[in-house]
T-cell receptor, first 115, second 115 residues
Framework: DQQVKQNSPSLSVQEGRISILNCDYTNSMFDYFLWYKKYPAEGPTFLISISSIKDKNEDGRFTVFLNKSAKHLSLHIVPSQPGDSAVYFCAASPAGGTSYGKLTFGQGTILTVHP | DTGVSQNPRHKITKRGQNVTFRCDPISEHNRLYWYRQTLGQGPEFLTYFQNEAQLEKSRLLSDRFSAERPKGSFSTLEIQRTEQGDSAMYLC?????????????FGSGTRLTVV
């Protein structure tokens, strides 16, 4: 069962415009949500996170929005730059217990930003 | 500290052979994770260690898989009697635990091809 879903395999955006990447989850035990970015031949790198007690977290050009009732989160990149072209993974973690810190990842969305 | 190091970067092996991968985490990180990623999918959790203790194993981890982290430093992941379905990217990550325990630092991975 896919507990974290990224339904858009790819997204193409013009430089300077907004990129919006979406993620849905099904497990109500998830308490902490993260976005990772991955370039080819490299491991994923942490980008931004949000706790379930918040509905928005901003870091420079990157903003993550969380809608707990809809079990949905999104990553906004404004303005998009060609260097943002990468695979973006949404991930979720439960609160507490022995599984604390264990991440469940979505399938990823390939973002291409055209100059 | 140069981050999380994984060796080898690539491994081609014949079906039925045993393989071992090594991960050297960031030295001050007490949590170490192994994930597996196949084409078009996000990383899937395999197992994790808090110091030298293996705290959780995924049901994906069959009896042919074993992981160790002696003395809470580097970790090895061994696959015995490899099968073609084991072909994947094996990712290691470490984290400091605590409130930002989910902010992994990933290695570049070991790509396994079973022929």
């Amino acid at each position: 069962d896919q507990q974290v879903k990224q339904n858009s395999p790819s997204l193409s955006v013009q430089e300077g415009r907004i990129s919006i990447l979406n993620c849905d989850y099904t497990n109500s035990m998830f308490d902490y949500f993260l976005w990772y970015k991955k370039y080819p031949a490299e491991g994923p790198t942490f980008l931004i996170s949000i706790s379930s007690i918040k509905d928005k977290n901003e870091d420079g050009r990157f903003t993550v929005f969380l809608n707990k009732s809809a079990k949905h989160l999104s990553l906004h990149i404004v303005p998009s730059q060609p260097g943002d072209s990468a695979v973006y993974f949404c991930a979720a973690s439960p609160a507490g217990g022995t599984s604390y810190g264990k991440l469940t990842f979505g399938q990823g969305t390939i973002l291409t930003v055209h100059p | 500290d140069t981050g999380v190091s994984q060796n080898p970067r690539h491994k081609i092996t014949k079906r039925g052979q045993n393989v071992t991968f090594r991960c050297d985490p960031i030295s001050e990180h007490n949590r170490l994770y192994w994930y597996r990623q196949t084409l078009g999918q996000g990383p899937e959790f395999l197992t994790y260690f808090q110091n030298e203790a293996q705290l959780e194993k995924s049901r994906l981890l069959s009896d042919r898989f074993s992981a160790e982290r002696p003395k809470g430093s580097f970790s090895t992941l061994e696959i015995q009697r490899t099968e073609q379905g084991d072909s994947a990217m094996y990712l290691c990550a470490s984290s400091p635990g605590g409130v930002t325990g989910e902010r992994y630092t990933f290695g570049s991975g070991t790509r396994l091809t079973v022929v």
